[in-house]
């Protein structure tokens, strides 16, 4: 045994991963990077996505929730395939698993096509991100040298939606569409070969895969969200929408009794047992179901409205990733000092007020004065509250628990964005159709008749009719998001009870923007 175990140390391929902590710890950033980028990146190709593939607006959401449903359903099931199958095997599984989506998603040649290799990168990502995020902990010593890896993860982090705004501009204004799917391929390929030269295995720990629960919750979500979407097209007293909904109801409460019973749930529900931590959820549930649609409808306003092109679409997103990562720079530096509800208060109240502001959106707003304003706003709102509120979770847990306590608010990060879009899509549907009756009107009383015919041949209003139609939508969409930002405040002001909260030393943000 002692033989076997020195030749094992004296390998090439473990001295190779002791011996370049910098070549492994870029690997696993670029990893998170490629995860957390991947829906800024995919905003941007939305519009262009949409005429190629013929989704209508409402359908459009989809491209969005197949990955974040998948991805934060399945996110504490992938973190426990690390834990019981060994993290470095698990990690590049995912990756892989997450190239492969890509690729199938750029090469797609109809709406069904695309979306289900969303829900497939949805599911690489959830096996790839907390194993990434666990393997820091694998591969560098507890103190300076772990803290300086979490800082350079976080960075990353922060930064990706950011670089993907750019990437996703630049590529869509000079290749494809396809390409911001494309540009993960080699990526993945180059992690999955470099993974095993230079990132430690982990210990596999005994344990048990909760697949009944995460089945349930994910086909839950996927099934409430369904609804919404469905509703919007088709009415609340349709067949279908009812049967969503219905389904939806059972399968959550079927998750509900099933970690309750279960011996090793994927969701430890007394978690929620602290007000402040249940408190922490709901405020992250709430602001992002804003933030997901924020995004999601101002990237159509400035390209289909203002005439954007993706490259400049994406620069002009650059001002509300900077204010995110400034405030939360900022609140990283003082909440201790401060306390986190300041932050939490503040924060929530800044969203509050951008999202006023973007209600006041009309087919006569510019970039400065429509968009620019509310999503600065809603920028340094959003910083201010992620240190604080990831904190504020991670606050009393027990050192084990540390992973689903951080994993639960990625968790509700993802699924509160895709329920709130959902919900706020359903809004949009009924409001422009209501519009679009009214411009269909106007245009035809105006039109020549060989407008009229080709109006007739095609179901399509020509511009500044469809605009109209897409901003009274958007509009009436960001009011009902006014209720979630409402939440936000609210839990922020009477729920969360809570002073200073120390920085864990071995505890890192790790979400990802919209």
């Not at 011996?19 to 957390?36: D, S």
């Not at 939440?487 to 790790?510: D, E, M, T, Y």
Request: proline fraction near 5%; hydrophobic fraction near 50%; include cysteine.
């Amino acid at each position: 045994m002692a033989t076997s175990r020195a030749l094992a140390e004296a390998s090439p391929a473990t001295a190779r991963r002791g011996q370049h902590p910098g070549t492994a710890l870029t690997v696993i950033a670029a990893t998170q990077l490629m995860v957390v980028l991947d829906i800024t990146i995919v905003n941007i190709a939305l519009p262009h996505i949409q005429q190629a593939l013929r989704f209508n607006t409402t359908e459009l959401s989809w491209v969005i929730n197949a990955y974040t449903l998948t991805f934060g359903g399945l996110l504490l099931l992938g973190g426990r395939a690390g834990d019981i199958l060994g993290r470095r095997r698990v990690f590049v599984v995912g990756v892989l698993v997450f190239s492969l989506a890509s690729l199938l998603g750029g090469v797609a040649q109809s709406s069904g096509w695309l979306l289900a290799a969303r829900a497939l990168q949805g599911l690489g990502g959830a096996i790839a991100s907390p194993t990434a995020l666990a393997l820091i902990a694998t591969n560098f010593k507890e103190g300076p040298e772990r803290n300086r890896a979490f800082g350079v993860f976080s960075a990353v982090a922060g930064a990706g939606g950011a670089i993907g705004l750019l990437l996703g501009g630049m590529l869509t204004s000079w290749l494809s569409w396809r390409w911001v799917f494309f540009v993960n391929v080699p990526i993945g390929i180059a992690i999955a070969l470099l993974a095993p030269l230079y990132i430690n295995e982990s210990e596999r720990h005994p344990g048990r895969f909760d697949l009944t629960g995460a089945f349930s919750a994910t086909a839950g979500m996927v099934s409430l969200v369904y609804g919404f979407i469905r509703a919007s097209d088709h009415g609340w007293t349709d067949g279908v929408t009812l049967t969503a909904f219905s389904l939806a109801a059972v399968l959550l409460t079927a998750f509900l009794l099933h970690e309750r019973r279960a011996p090793q749930p994927i969701t430890p529900l007394h978690l929620f047992r602290d007000r402040n931590r249940s408190g922490a959820y709901g405020l992250m549930l709430c602001v992002a179901a804003t933030m997901f649609s924020i995004f999601f409808f101002i990237t159509l306003f400035v390209q289909e409205v203002l005439g954007f092109s993706p490259l400049r679409a994406g620069i002009a997103f650059l001002p509300i990733s900077v204010a995110i990562i400034g405030a939360a720079q900022f609140a990283a530096r003082t909440q201790v000092r401060f306390g986190a509800k300041p932050f939490l208060v503040a924060g929530s109240l800044l969203v509050l007020g951008g999202v006023i502001w973007a209600t006041r959106i009309d087919i006569g707003s510019s970039y400065v004065g429509g968009v620019l304003g509310p999503t600065l706003m809603f920028g340094f709102g959003m910083g201010s509250i992620f240190v604080p509120v990831m904190l504020t979770a991670v606050s009393r847990v027990a050192p084990h628990e540390t992973g689903a306590a951080t994993g639960m608010l990625n968790t509700t990060q993802q699924v509160g964005g895709s329920l709130g879009l959902s919900i706020l899509v359903t809004v949009y549907g009924t409001a422009s159709r209501t519009e679009a009756r009214q411009q269909v009107g106007a245009f035809l009383r105006q039109a020549t008749p060989q407008q009229a015919a080709q109006f007739r041949a095609t179901g399509r209003l020509p511009a500044p009719y469809s605009s109209q139609v897409l901003v009274h939508g958007i509009a009436s969409a960001f009011q009902l998001g006014l209720v979630f930002a409402a939440l936000a405040v609210a839990i922020a002001v009477f729920v969360i009870k809570v002073g200073r909260v120390p920085v864990p030393p071995a505890v890192s943000p790790s979400g990802g923007g919209a």
